[in-house]
Structure formats: C-alpha cells, structure tokens
C-alpha cells in the first residue's frame, strides 16, 4: 500500500485515521531500511520515529554507528 493510498483509505477517519497511516508510514519507513516492523525491538522503533520526527523537522542528526546497530 503507498502513502496516497492510505490516506484516501483513511483520511475521513480522525484521530485513528490518522494513528493508522502513521502506522503504516513507519512500516514503509522500516521496510526502506531492510528493516521488519514486526521483528523490530521496542527501543529500535522508538528511535527509528525519533530520527523521522527530526528528520521531517530539519534537525537530524543521525548517528551512523547507531544506525549499524539497528540495521
């Protein structure tokens, strides 16, 4: 499913429309990465939204040894 789709999907929904395209947002996100949402650890997916709030806010500062860590 592609961000576009999601949104027409669930854009008339509110608030769980919009916690279900976030959802599906960090599992396109992860899957960029190589990465399995679903096999992720708790602390990898609280930094991997960490580091894509940053990085839409302009103020990233990705640590590339914690990234090697991750993937």
Same mark, same amino acid.
């Given at each position: 499913?592609?961000? +576009?789709?999601?949104? *027409? $999907?669930?854009?008339? @929904?509110?608030? =769980?429309?919009?916690?279900? /395209?976030?959802?599906?947002? @960090?599992?396109?996100?992860?899957? $960029? /990465?190589?990465? +399995? %949402? !679903?096999?992720?650890?708790? !602390?990898?997916?609280? /930094?991997?939204?960490?580091?894509?709030? *940053?990085? /839409?806010?302009? =103020?990233? =500062?990705? !640590? *590339?040894?914690? %990234?090697? =860590?991750v993937?």
């Amino acid at each position: 499913m592609e961000i +576009d789709d999601i949104l *027409e $999907k669930y854009g008339s @929904y509110g608030r =769980t429309g919009r916690v279900i /395209f976030q959802h599906h947002a @960090y599992v396109m996100i992860a899957k $960029k /990465f190589g990465l +399995d %949402w !679903n096999k992720m650890s708790h !602390n990898d997916k609280i /930094f991997l939204k960490g580091e894509m709030i *940053e990085h /839409f806010a302009g =103020t990233s =500062t990705i !640590n *590339e040894e914690r %990234w090697q =860590t991750v993937l």
